[in-house]
Nanobody
Framework: QVQLVESGGGLVQPGGSLRLSCAAS????????MGWYRQAPGKQRDLVAS???????NYADSVKERFTISRDNAENTVYLQMNSLKPEDTAGYYC?????????????WGQGTQVTVSS
């Protein structure tokens, strides 16, 4: 099994910053695409940003120029640096990773971390 453990959420004022971390552990041969999704109450879970093992990134239009995704392949960890936070960024943030065990790729989710942007 693969476990994804997120950390770094919390309450921040508009214009502030937070850094989320997600570490993968367990039994796997390699980690592929990693990403962050978010879900506000009553809304669907949407992609925020993703990054390949080679460092190619993809962002939702709403977070471009404000959020930066990065990863440490040696530590199987992905980060999300969030700057210039807005109230509309308030949501549960979920880490996602594709992991290979032998010849099989599977998708895994973390338990989520809450980000609240409010004055």
């Amino acid at each position: 099994q693969v476990q994804l453990v997120e950390s770094g959420g919390g309450l921040v004022q508009p214009g502030g910053s937070l850094r989320l971390s997600c570490a993968a552990s367990g039994s796997f041969n390699s980690i592929g695409l990693m990403g962050w999704y978010r879900q506000a109450p009553g809304k669907q879970r949407d992609l925020v940003a993703s990054i390949t093992s080679g460092g190619i990134t993809n962002y939702a239009d709403s977070v471009k120029e404000r959020f930066t995704i990065s990863r440490d392949n040696a530590e199987n960890t992905v980060y999300l640096q969030m700057n210039s936070l807005k109230p509309e960024d308030t949501a549960g943030y979920y880490c996602n990773a594709a992991a290979r065990r032998e010849l099989i790729w599977q998708n895994y989710w973390g338990q989520g971390t809450q980000v609240t942007v409010s004055s």
